[in-house]
């Protein structure tokens, strides 16, 4: 069966201070993975996706940038934090008719 | 406009209440619909599909309307844990397939 894990599940860092997260599937090939933030109180919003090894479509312009090393391995990172990057973050698989969020980071910059 | 919009809410509703949610989409080519739900702080799981011929599961009957482009949620009898975050996700047929989904609606169940 197909799985997701993302990690880690809460972060606390100082603001200027550089980011990753990561982002892994097992059991299924080539799907299309999604980076997303949702603020306190605020719905999803979509930050990047991608449907391939080295390709990524970005949604929003912001201070975060993604990278897809492998084919089933998704990084979302940044080289200086700012206070308004703090929110909730989910990556998410998709493949054929189905689709499955991680748990989801809680970032916290402070 | 939006590929998939969703009215926020909240949606503030008594115990017991029916209440329904819509979320219209641009794509008509899209092709699979779902509806998700997010509890507080968790990630989004999945509810259920929404079939072509409409599709009930239990207190939840979920709808599509192609001519339209929407789907809808409905929710029997409110119990306080239905509160919750309802996602509409949709599919497009065929090409990368790339999910689309929607903000969110709040639903608020009241004693």
């Known amino acids: 069966s197909q799985t997701i894990h993302q990690w880690p599940a809460t972060l606390v860092q100082p603001v200027g201070s550089p980011l990753s997260l990561e982002c892994t599937v097992e059991?299924?090939?080539?799907?299309?993975l999604y980076w997303y933030r949702q603020a306190a109180g605020r719905g999803l919003q979509l930050l990047f996706y991608?449907?391939?090894?080295?390709?990524i479509s970005s949604e929003v312009p912001q201070n975060l940038s993604a990278s897809r090393p492998q084919d089933r391995q998704f990084i979302l990172s940044s080289k200086k934090l700012l206070l308004s990057d703090s929110g909730f973050y989910l990556c998410?698989?998709?493949?054929?008719?189905?689709?499955?969020f991680g748990q989801g980071t809680r970032l916290t910059v402070v | 406009r939006k590929e998939v919009e969703q009215d926020p809410g909240p949606f503030n509703v008594p115990e017991g209440a029916t209440v329904a949610f819509n979320c219209t989409y641009s794509?008509?080519?899209?092709?699979?619909f779902f509806w998700y739900r997010q509890d507080c702080r968790k990630e989004p799981k999945l509810l259920m599909s929404?079939?072509?011929s409409g599709n009930e599961d239990g207190r939840f009957t979920a709808q599509l309307n192609r001519a339209s482009q929407y789907i809808s949620l409905l929710i029997r009898d409110s119990k306080l844990s239905d509160s919750a975050t309802y996602l509409c996700?949709?599919?497009?047929?065929?090409?990368?397939?790339?999910?689309?989904f929607g903000t969110g609606t709040k639903l608020q169940v009241i004693p």
């Open positions: 998410a698989w998709s493949q054929d008719s189905e689709a499955f």
């Open positions: 059991g299924t090939s080539n799907p299309n």
């Open positions: 991608s449907v391939g090894i080295g390709q």
């Open positions: 794509n008509s080519a899209s092709q699979s």
């Open positions: 929404v079939y072509s």
């Open positions: 996700v949709v599919i497009p047929s065929g090409g990368y397939q790339k999910v689309t």
